[in-house]
Structures are given as C-alpha cells and as structure tokens.
C-alpha cells in the first residue's frame, strides 16, 4: 500500500524479506480469491464521471484518465471469529 520495497517493509516490521513476501502473496490470493472479489469488488460502470479531485488536477489526471477504480481508502469489513480475534487486532 506504501509503495515500499519489500526490504523496506521487513525493516519496518523486523522481518525477513522471505517472511514479508511470503505473507504478500497469501494477502494478494485471498483478495484475489472468487469468494471476496465477487462478494466485496465493485468497478465503478463504464459511465460513472471521474471525480473532479481527479478530473480537475493536472497533477493527477494524466496518470488516471484511463483507471477503473483503487483499492487505496477501501474499507473491507473484517469479522473474525472470537480465536482469531487477538491475531487480528490492530496494536497501533
């Protein structure tokens, strides 16, 4: 989500780069699975106007006139179940 490398994340994190890439790519196939992408990914309808924070910022624009959609601000809810409540909290 931060653009960082892979290193900079298991430096952030006190990982190894295996772990943080490990742990990517089960996040990555899980939002990527059939049961959560058809259930909570919605793309915008070919006709839906472009924002104007997007529309109107020549800063921004050129780089998404073509894009359908972001994952950035996305809210998904998460309910896990009462065991795995604790390895699920955020600490921060």
């Known amino acids: 989500v931060t653009g960082l490398s892979i290193r900079h994340v298991g430096e952030r ?14 996040i990555l196939f899980a ?19 472009v924002h104007p924070t997007i529309r109107d910022n020549p800063k921004f624009f050129p780089f ?14 998460c309910a896990p179940s009462s065991e795995e409540r604790d390895a699920m909290r955020n600490r921060k």
Do not use: C, E, M, W
């Not at 994190?13 to 089960?26: E, L, P, V």
């Not at 998404?64 to 809810?77: C, R």
């Open 31 to 49: 939002f990527s699975s059939h049961d959560i992408y058809s259930k909570y990914i919605r793309l915008p309808r070919s006709d839906a106007p």
């Open 13 to 26: 994190f006190q990982r190894s780069n295996g772990t943080i890439s490990k742990y990517f790519k089960k």
């Open 64 to 77: 998404f006139a073509d894009a359908i959609g972001a994952i950035d601000g996305t809210h998904i809810v």
